[in-house]
């Protein structure tokens, strides 16, 4: 399926006293490797939210292998699991310079109509875009 590759540096603001980055960091890291996957298909949250779009998180699941530190560029793998349906299943690595495995992740969001705020199908315009 589908992937995409975003690199990212820790900052200094996302670690705790030893320099480690807080856990709850993560899920940030894990919508930045989202919303670039999201962009490299050529579209963005905005641009779905303008049509009517919304998608939030309803499941979100974090295994921990190995700390991120302090000033550590991290490479976030996310891959899209399978076709979106009403929902869309992403699976995601964050690896650090060495390309130790830190973590692995899934993230599971739902498509909302913002007009009926009700469960969607997948836009036709993403379904397309996945077939090229």
């Known amino acids: 399926m589908k992937k995409s590759v975003t690199k990212i540096r820790v900052r200094y603001g996302e670690t ?3 320099g480690v980055v807080y856990y709850g960091n993560y899920a940030q ?3 930045q490797g989202r ?3 999201l962009r490299e298909l050529g579209f963005s949250y905005k641009w779905m939210e ?3 779009v919304q998608l939030p998180v309803v499941n979100l699941n974090v295994d921990y292998k190995r700390p991120a530190r302090y000033d ?7 891959t899209l699991k399978k076709t979106p349906t009403v929902k869309i299943e992403f699976y995601y690595e964050i690896h650090n310079e060495a390309n130790e495995l830190l ?13 009926t705020n009700k469960l969607m199908k997948a836009p036709d315009y993403l379904l397309e875009k996945l077939k090229e």
């Open 50 to 52: 303008d049509h009517n």
């Open 72 to 78: 550590d560029v991290l490479t976030i793998t996310t």
């Open 16 to 18: 705790d006293q030893m």
């Open 35 to 37: 919303t670039e996957w």
């Open 103 to 115: 973590v692995t992740a899934t993230t599971t969001l739902v498509f909302i109509d913002t007009q």
């Open 29 to 31: 890291y894990l919508e």
